[in-house]
Protein backbone atom coordinates (compact mmCIF):
# COMPACT_ATOMS: atom_id res chain seq x y z
CA UNK A 1 0.00 0.00 0.00
CA UNK A 2 0.88 3.57 -0.88
CA UNK A 3 0.33 6.41 1.37
CA UNK A 4 -0.45 6.91 4.92
CA UNK A 5 -3.80 6.02 6.69
CA UNK A 6 -6.93 7.92 7.57
CA UNK A 7 -8.29 6.16 10.66
CA UNK A 8 -11.96 7.63 12.27
CA UNK A 9 -12.81 7.59 15.61
CA UNK A 10 -16.93 8.16 15.51
CA UNK A 11 -19.16 8.46 18.92
CA UNK A 12 -22.22 6.30 18.90
CA UNK A 13 -21.03 4.60 15.70
CA UNK A 14 -20.51 1.12 17.54
CA UNK A 15 -23.89 1.49 19.33
CA UNK A 16 -25.54 2.25 16.24
CA UNK A 17 -23.99 -0.28 14.40
CA UNK A 18 -24.77 -2.89 17.07
CA UNK A 19 -28.66 -1.95 16.65
CA UNK A 20 -28.78 -1.52 13.24
CA UNK A 21 -26.26 -3.71 11.51
CA UNK A 22 -27.84 -3.68 7.75
CA UNK A 23 -28.11 0.28 7.78
CA UNK A 24 -24.44 0.69 9.65
CA UNK A 25 -22.92 -1.30 6.60
CA UNK A 26 -24.96 0.14 4.06
CA UNK A 27 -24.11 4.02 5.57
CA UNK A 28 -20.56 2.97 6.34
CA UNK A 29 -19.74 1.57 2.79
CA UNK A 30 -21.51 4.60 1.04
CA UNK A 31 -19.65 7.13 2.77
CA UNK A 32 -16.14 5.03 2.34
CA UNK A 33 -16.71 5.08 -1.36
CA UNK A 34 -17.90 8.23 -1.38
CA UNK A 35 -14.54 9.18 0.17
CA UNK A 36 -12.45 7.07 -1.30
CA UNK A 37 -13.67 8.49 -4.80
CA UNK A 38 -12.96 12.16 -3.57
CA UNK A 39 -9.00 10.61 -2.89
CA UNK A 40 -8.70 8.60 -6.05
CA UNK A 41 -9.74 12.30 -8.33
CA UNK A 42 -7.29 14.02 -5.96
CA UNK A 43 -4.22 11.14 -6.51
CA UNK A 44 -5.52 10.83 -10.34
CA UNK A 45 -4.98 14.40 -10.90
CA UNK A 46 -1.54 14.13 -9.04
CA UNK A 47 0.61 11.68 -10.92
CA UNK A 48 2.80 11.97 -13.25
CA UNK A 49 1.27 10.77 -16.66
CA UNK A 50 4.44 8.79 -18.97
CA UNK A 51 4.70 7.89 -22.37
CA UNK A 52 3.53 5.00 -22.53
CA UNK A 53 -0.50 3.87 -23.70
CA UNK A 54 -1.00 2.98 -20.10
CA UNK A 55 -0.20 5.67 -17.38
CA UNK A 56 0.41 4.95 -13.85
CA UNK A 57 -3.08 6.82 -12.95
CA UNK A 58 -5.33 4.94 -15.03
CA UNK A 59 -4.02 2.08 -12.63
CA UNK A 60 -5.20 3.85 -9.27
CA UNK A 61 -8.45 1.96 -8.14
CA UNK A 62 -10.41 2.36 -4.71
CA UNK A 63 -11.34 -1.04 -2.90
CA UNK A 64 -13.92 -1.27 0.24
CA UNK A 65 -13.69 -4.54 2.33
CA UNK A 66 -16.09 -5.18 5.00
CA UNK A 67 -15.34 -7.92 7.13
CA UNK A 68 -17.77 -8.26 10.67
CA UNK A 69 -18.60 -4.61 11.87
CA UNK A 70 -15.04 -3.11 10.84
CA UNK A 71 -14.84 -1.31 7.25
CA UNK A 72 -11.27 -0.86 5.50
CA UNK A 73 -10.94 1.52 2.75
CA UNK A 74 -7.50 0.83 0.19
CA UNK A 75 -6.52 3.51 -2.43
CA UNK A 76 -3.93 2.06 -4.48
CA UNK A 77 -2.00 0.91 -8.04
CA UNK A 78 -1.59 -3.02 -8.76
CA UNK A 79 1.66 -1.45 -10.84
CA UNK A 80 5.38 -2.36 -9.26
CA UNK A 81 6.32 1.36 -10.55
CA UNK A 82 4.06 3.21 -7.74
CA UNK A 83 6.32 3.14 -4.65
CA UNK A 84 8.99 5.15 -6.84
CA UNK A 85 6.88 7.29 -8.22
CA UNK A 86 5.11 8.15 -5.10
CA UNK A 87 8.21 8.14 -3.08
CA UNK A 88 11.45 8.61 -5.96
CA UNK A 89 14.54 6.48 -5.62
CA UNK A 90 17.80 6.10 -4.95
CA UNK A 91 20.13 6.34 -7.65
CA UNK A 92 20.59 3.67 -9.63
CA UNK A 93 20.95 3.29 -13.47
CA UNK A 94 17.70 2.26 -15.23
CA UNK A 95 16.66 0.97 -18.33
CA UNK A 96 17.32 3.10 -21.13
CA UNK A 97 14.61 1.68 -23.23
CA UNK A 98 11.78 2.73 -21.27
CA UNK A 99 13.43 5.96 -21.39
CA UNK A 100 13.57 6.25 -25.06
CA UNK A 101 10.41 5.68 -25.00
CA UNK A 102 9.51 8.58 -23.28
CA UNK A 103 12.23 10.57 -25.52
CA UNK A 104 10.40 9.91 -27.94
CA UNK A 105 6.92 10.52 -27.09
CA UNK A 106 7.18 13.60 -24.73
CA UNK A 107 9.93 15.20 -26.15
CA UNK A 108 9.06 14.50 -30.14
CA UNK A 109 12.92 13.03 -30.49
CA UNK A 110 13.50 9.98 -32.48
CA UNK A 111 16.56 7.62 -33.70
CA UNK A 112 19.61 7.80 -32.52
CA UNK A 113 19.39 11.49 -30.41
CA UNK A 114 16.59 9.66 -28.78
CA UNK A 115 18.55 6.78 -27.24
CA UNK A 116 21.47 9.52 -26.71
CA UNK A 117 18.95 11.41 -25.06
CA UNK A 118 17.43 8.65 -22.91
CA UNK A 119 20.98 7.64 -22.10
CA UNK A 120 22.01 11.00 -21.01
CA UNK A 121 18.66 11.09 -18.69
CA UNK A 122 19.41 7.66 -16.94
CA UNK A 123 23.04 8.49 -16.44
CA UNK A 124 21.74 11.52 -14.28
CA UNK A 125 18.94 9.36 -12.32
CA UNK A 126 22.51 6.76 -11.83
CA UNK A 127 23.87 10.09 -10.08
CA UNK A 128 20.65 11.50 -8.46
CA UNK A 129 18.34 9.31 -8.23
CA UNK A 130 14.58 10.73 -8.87
CA UNK A 131 11.92 12.70 -6.81
CA UNK A 132 8.68 11.66 -5.88
CA UNK A 133 6.03 12.89 -6.61
CA UNK A 134 4.08 12.13 -3.38
CA UNK A 135 0.68 12.32 -5.20
CA UNK A 136 -1.10 10.00 -2.65
CA UNK A 137 0.78 11.42 0.44
CA UNK A 138 -0.46 15.11 -0.49
CA UNK A 139 -3.74 13.96 -2.10
CA UNK A 140 -4.18 12.50 1.14
CA UNK A 141 -2.75 15.58 3.46
CA UNK A 142 -4.90 17.67 1.29
CA UNK A 143 -7.85 16.18 1.97
CA UNK A 144 -8.20 14.60 5.25
CA UNK A 145 -10.92 17.44 6.71
CA UNK A 146 -12.87 16.30 3.95
CA UNK A 147 -12.55 12.85 4.40
CA UNK A 148 -13.38 13.10 7.99
CA UNK A 149 -16.42 15.32 6.94
CA UNK A 150 -17.86 12.53 4.63
CA UNK A 151 -17.27 9.68 7.51
CA UNK A 152 -18.67 12.00 10.39
CA UNK A 153 -21.92 11.70 8.54
CA UNK A 154 -22.50 7.84 8.77
CA UNK A 155 -24.55 8.39 12.60
CA UNK A 156 -26.47 10.19 10.90
CA UNK A 157 -27.04 8.26 8.07
CA UNK A 158 -28.01 5.25 10.22
CA UNK A 159 -30.14 7.14 12.20
CA UNK A 160 -32.19 8.55 8.42
CA UNK A 161 -32.53 5.25 6.89
CA UNK A 162 -34.08 3.77 10.34
CA UNK A 163 -36.57 6.68 10.79
CA UNK A 164 -37.08 6.26 6.69
Given at each position: ???PKITVDLKDLEKLTK??????QKARAGRMTEALLLLQREVK???PVGAGPMHLCDTIFHKVNMGG?????ILSSPLEYGAPVEYGTKPHFPPVGPLQHWVETKLGISGKEAKSVAYLIARAISRRGTKGA????KGFSENEAAVM???????AD???AVNA
Open positions: MIGEYPAESSKTTNITGEMFGRILEQIPIVK
